[in-house]
């Protein structure tokens, strides 16, 4: 495999130092493989669950699984690469940077999209029996499938919108630069509708999830869910259908809330440190843009990692996915 231009190490040293191999690079590899042992722990789990209203959560661990990947390829593996010199291995890593960040951006859309479902979904079960019911495409294991494949069209749209310029040392361009259209369409496409939509489906999110707080603090008022439904629950390997109170459900929501939290501070940080038209990411030099990008892969990898630790802390081997929208006809 041949490169249209010489790989100069010379000038690799210069551009991105910060991929030289230390004691902290298998440090955080470490850390990210963790990660990537937990979400395939969700992703089992959840594909267990899947005929069971699972498919939702499933797919964000699926999401969680790349990122945990993608920054051990990025960053443990181009550091090995930079160490040992290889220049097979380096002339792979430049040819396979523009699917990679293609790869970030489908798993970062599909992620937007499922956090937004998923709280909407939360927000129903704080309803009662007939609005989950009336609004089933969240809350019917076999509808909420639909939302998937969706959220898929939603990804592949910002996938062919958002296109990206090598720079002269590509081996180092971990943030490579976005390429705006000489459409003049096109690139209001780019620029406007379609970070236009992303920020729309946040600010749903936002509004839904501090609706479904407000729900929350009036439980026994107005609208109340069923203090007694049947659940799907799982308790190890064992499923059974069961009968859960209202403080199982409750805490269930409140663990998606702290989800949703998560993703919040990792969306804010994004829009101030990373996203190409709201920050000074590409005035900085190649290398400190490098770093900056480093510590948002990383906190990605540290959130989307220990989703299973707060699955488990909130609700231990009890994982609701699914609060019946057909209560009212039972």
């Known amino acids: 495999m041949q490169l249209q231009r010489p790989l100069s190490w010379v000038m690799i040293d210069k551009t991105c130092p910060e991929f030289e191999l230390d004691a902290w690079v298998f440090v955080f590899a470490i850390i990210a493989f963790i990660g990537l042992i937990f979400t395939c722990i969700q992703m089992v789990q959840f594909h267990k669950k899947k005929e069971e209203g699972g498919g939702l959560l499933g797919t964000l661990a699926s999401c ?38 293609s790869v970030k951006v489908l798993y970062e859309s599909i992620m937007t999209f499922m956090i937004f479902c998923i709280i909407v979904e939360r927000f129903l079960w704080t309803c009662s029996s007939r609005t989950r019911l009336t609004w089933s495409i969240f809350t019917d ?3 909420k499938i639909k939302l998937t494949y969706l959220a898929m069209v939603y990804a592949v749209l910002m996938f062919f919108t958002r296109k990206f310029k090598p720079s002269d040392v590509p081996f180092c361009d971990n943030a490579p ?5 000489d459409i003049e369409a096109l690139k209001l496409i780019q620029v406007f509708v ?46 059974r259908t069961n009968v859960v109170n209202t403080d199982l459900i409750k ?12 993703f919040l501070i990792r969306t804010v940080c994004y829009y101030i440190f990373i996203d ?9 030099t190649p290398s400190a843009r490098n770093l900056t990008v480093w510590w948002y892969d990383f906190m990605s990898v540290l959130l989307s990692g220990s989703r299973y630790i707060l699955y488990y802390a909130f609700c231990r081997n009890q994982i609701v996915s699914e609060y019946p929208p057909t209560a009212v006809r039972q």
């Open 177 to 181: 630069e976005p390429l705006l259209s």
């Open 141 to 143: 294991s076999k509808l």
């Open 194 to 239: 379609v970070p236009g939509i992303d920020a729309f489906v946040c600010l749903a999110t936002l509004i839904f999830a501090l609706l479904t707080i407000l729900r929350l603090s009036k439980v026994g008022q107005g609208e109340e869910p069923v203090v007694q439904e049947e659940v799907n629950l799982e308790d190890g390997e064992v499923k």
């Open 276 to 284: 190409p038209f709201t920050s000074n990411l590409f005035e900085k």
């Open 251 to 262: 805490r269930w929501i409140i663990c998606m809330l702290v989800v949703f939290a998560t």
């Open 64 to 101: 969680d699984f790349l990122v945990c990947f993608c920054y051990i390829m990025n960053y443990f593996v181009t550091s090995l690469i930079y160490h040992y010199r290889n220049t097979f291995f380096a002339d792979f890593r430049v040819h396979g940077q523009r699917s990679g960040k």
